[in-house]
């Protein structure tokens, strides 16, 4: 069972924190304002380290190309973090890596995907004449797909952004106290009074969150893998076979 705490229950634990029984020099959207901001910190630093409870998949509509290219899509709308992409080619699935940037006409010399052949991918946030500020990201394939291909992107979301009081976050064992006391920091700040004994008690909290969301599967760590095939000129190279 998760430990769902709300949004009402993280603004009342952080006016505790600095001895505050209500809001009084703050409004609630204030509150819930830098709450939403310490929440960002706190998921950030768990899927850094290796908690995939908000890994998500989807699947990216290969017919659908963005308009102009043949090789360009577009990514899920809550993409924030890439862990994996899977080329999808004759029922069999195949995990592609990055291509270097300055290696990406290598891999033009194949028409599609192929088995046996190289292929790769690079995240970029914007597309030319789209703009830089319009908050779309895309995935670009090296070579094109083309054919009856398809393809599936592993990706942890946006961090979650709590409106309503009754709207929450799983705190786990306790992580929500990071949360608080982050939130709380920040008030003393804007009163100008000193931070510092909040700072230290959250940094604390955010070493145990480190240290518990790397371990959340303890039977089974992760492990080296082999991800690099060496080819001329000792490139990495992504092989779909």
Do not use: C
Not at 108 to 115: A, E, G, H, R, V
Not at 155 to 181: C, K, R, T
């Amino acid at each position: 069972m998760s430990r769902q705490v709300a949004l009402a229950d993280i603004r009342i634990g952080a006016l505790r924190r600095i001895d505050q029984e209500s809001a009084g020099y703050f409004s609630e959207s204030e509150i819930n304002d830098l709450a939403n901001q310490s929440i960002a910190e706190w998921y950030e630093v768990q899927i850094g380290w290796g908690n995939e409870l908000y890994l998500d998949s989807a699947p990216i509509n290969l017919a659908a190309p963005v308009a102009g290219t043949t090789d360009t899509f577009v990514l899920p709308p809550t993409f924030f973090r890439l862990r994996g992409v899977d080329a999808n080619i004759s029922g069999q699935s195949f995990d592609l890596v990055p291509f270097n940037f300055n290696d990406r006409n290598i891999y033009k010399q194949y028409p599609s995907w192929t088995l046996g052949k190289l292929a790769a991918y690079r995240i970029m946030g914007n597309n030319g004449s789209q703009g830089p500020t319009n908050g779309v990201k895309y995935i670009k394939f090296i070579p094109a797909p083309g054919g009856t291909t398809s393809a599936t992107v592993w990706f942890y979301p946006n961090s979650p952004q709590l409106g309503g009081d009754a709207e929450s976050v799983d705190g786990s064992a306790g992580w929500e106290e990071y949360i608080i006391l982050m939130t709380a920091a920040k008030m003393l700040i804007k009163q100008q009074r000193d931070p510092s004994t909040l700072l230290s008690l959250a940094g604390s909290e955010m070493t145990r969150i480190m240290s518990s969301a790397a371990k959340l599967d303890a039977a089974h760590p992760e492990h080296v893998s082999i991800t690099r095939r060496w080819g001329i000129r000792n490139l990495r190279r992504a092989y779909i076979r």
